[in-house]
């Protein structure tokens, strides 16, 4: 058991558990956060599961918790671990089941009044042109072979046929798509899964948002994303649908007994894993890059049909009604990346688990257009709430391998959240707000109400305040719309 | 017959299952799993499908049990729900079992997968007891 005075406040936000805590630990963990959120992160698993993690093979630096930690399975949720790529680990309990799970964010130069007026109209056409749901189909249906190129080429696919421009793809992580990822090894009933769903919203904790920007940070950043106060954006947060969850199933499946094949010492069955340089290894990282680049196939076309929602709805109405593409982030998913670590660059694989790559001004992996600002981190807070747009900082780079929070993080079960409030009371709690809601579920209403989440504020003034991400502007709902 | 209970867990869905032997705690689970989707009293038995499962040991044998049910019902053209389960064959490492359910209009609630979450089958004077969390 991991007590609170085991760890050693190290910073104003930084909490650190010395290796010496538990003779498994093979580095020390850290925790992000103000002291509020550091003593929520001991309310259920998380700390537990975040010494779990510091055990595994090939750990550099530290086991990390982002300020919007909560328990999920293997790795806490705002996980953030790195392990050599030459003698460590990859762990599909570092990823999770939504595997690049992600936030999309297009800005407009439309100012929210002059949107008012059309505001319902347009919601309920975004609603009907982006599928939502459990199990729901897609706006487009592929073939085998189809599905094959978009497993492999991700957001270029969308590319190629007409739901992208190439400043969409530039403004998206990795440009849409991870190189090591094999249509090969993705799993039949994976693709059998993904062949209907692509372009659709599903369920859950997925959204699409209209916001206003409601305050500019920094302004010079800000213009350069796009952003201008007082006008609109739309956030677009899903992932690889039941493709992901299939990968993430079959591969735990065929890990199971790799542990003990390859000497993997593992506190908790949730954690399987296989060396990165092993042949199970080597196929899940295929296979889980192909998921990644599903959804990111996924939230470009679901951007194409809210660009075409718009123009069905405001052309001739309001002078410029276009869409341009602030960022794409993935926020589930391990990357292979190269970090300085004590001075020297090493490869190794990154796990961020509910945490989003952040990295700095002048990193290669940016577009031109953001070399020199950083890269553009999304941080949606819970529904009907602020979410925030940050930038990465050097800072990042030196603790955390470029990573940082990825929303509020929850507090409160579903199970518990419905007990608060029932859907309808959320729905016309959120209308009184002013914000129009269209939703396939009212117990998903009530499931995500706010009150079952920490204030997104408190974790990005963590974030901001260790340093990790600069904050850039603020947004809140005019719209949301919910599976 | 078993019974189950929602509990709480931060982010996910979980229940906590009793049963009277080995074949009612795999039935229970299947149908406490489909009481988080839909009304079992609205589910007709007009679909039938099988299942054949080979696993490590009975704690993997349950997870891919109700993953495999997940799956059958959001596979279809229509979404189904499940609500009797007959096995012809159970052994902790293998499972064989002829399940009955129908369409529905929708689910409550969306489980992404069954997980390994602190499972543990234990065996009570009663029978057995585990809890089961869901990825939601």
Known sequence: ?483 | MGTWAEIDHTADVALRVSASDFADLFATAARGMFSLLVALDAVTSSLVCTVDLQALDAETLLVDWLNELLYLAESGPALRAFVAFEFAVLEPTHLRAVVRGGEVPGFFNYLKAATFHNLEITATQEGYVTTLVFDT
Request: proline share 5%; aromatic share 8%.
């Open chain 1, 1 to 483: 058991m991991t007590r609170k005075q085991d760890f050693e406040q190290v910073g104003e936000f930084t909490w650190e558990l010395p290796k010496q805590h538990d003779g498994r630990m093979q580095a020390p963990a850290r925790i992000y956060g103000n002291a509020e959120v550091f003593d929520l992160a001991f309310r259920d698993n998380s700390v537990e599961q975040l010494v779990n993690v510091a055990t595994l093979p090939g750990i550099v630096k530290y086991a990390m918790a982002m300020p919007d930690v909560h328990q999920g399975y293997g790795f806490p949720i705002g996980g953030v671990a790195a392990f050599r790529y030459d003698r460590g680990i990859i762990s599909p309990g570092g990823v999770g089941y939504d595997i690049n799970c992600g936030v999309r964010m297009l800005a407009s130069t439309i100012h929210h009044e002059e949107l008012q007026p059309y505001l319902e109209s347009l919601t309920t056409q975004i609603f009907q042109d982006c599928p939502s749901g459990v199990g729901g189909k897609g706006a487009v249906r592929l073939s085998e072979n189809a599905l094959d190129q978009v497993l492999e080429q991700g957001a270029h696919w969308a590319l190629q046929k007409g739901y992208a421009t190439q400043e969409d793809i530039a403004r998206t992580e990795d440009g849409g798509r991870i190189p090591q990822a094999r249509a090969a090894v993705v799993p039949s009933r994976a693709k059998e899964r993904g062949r209907p769903q692509l372009g659709s919203l599903g369920a859950g904790n997925h959204f699409l948002e209209i916001d206003v920007v409601e305050e500019v940070y920094d302004a010079k950043v800000a213009t350069l994303f796009g952003l201008r106060q007082g006008c609109v954006v739309v956030q677009i947060h899903c992932g690889s649908r039941g493709l992901g969850h299939e990968v993430c199933n079959q591969y735990l499946r065929v890990l199971q007994d790799a542990p003990q094949r390859y000497g993997i010492p593992i506190p908790d069955r949730e954690l399987v894993a296989a060396p990165v340089e092993s042949q199970e290894g080597k196929d899940y990282l295929a296979a889980m890059a192909a998921a990644a680049n599903y959804a990111f196939a996924n939230r470009q076309v679901l951007a194409h049909f809210v660009r075409l929602a718009f123009e069905k709805v405001l052309a001739g109405k309001i002078s410029d009604w276009h869409l341009q593409q602030v960022y794409d982030v993935a926020h589930n998913i391990a990357k292979v990346e190269t970090h300085d670590v004590d001075g020297k660059l090493v490869k190794l694989v990154v796990h961020r688990k509910g945490a989003t790559r952040a990295f700095a001004p002048g990193h290669p992996a940016l577009p031109e257009v953001y070399r020199d600002a950083g890269q553009p981190v999304l941080v949606p807070g819970s529904m009907g709430t602020a979410s925030y747009v940050l930038v990465g900082t050097p800072q990042a780079m030196a603790e955390t391998f470029g990573s940082c929070c990825h929303g509020a993080g929850r507090t409160m079960s579903r199970h518990g959240a419905m007990k608060v409030m029932r859907g309808e009371k959320v729905r016309s709690d959120l209308e009184q707000q002013g914000v129009t809601v269209r939703s396939g579920s009212l117990r998903g209403l009530a499931e995500e109400a706010p009150y079952a989440y920490k204030d997104v504020s408190l974790v990005v003034a963590s974030v901001t305040g260790a340093g990790i991400a600069r904050q850039v502007a603020r947004v809140r709902p005019i719209a949301v719309i919910k599976g």
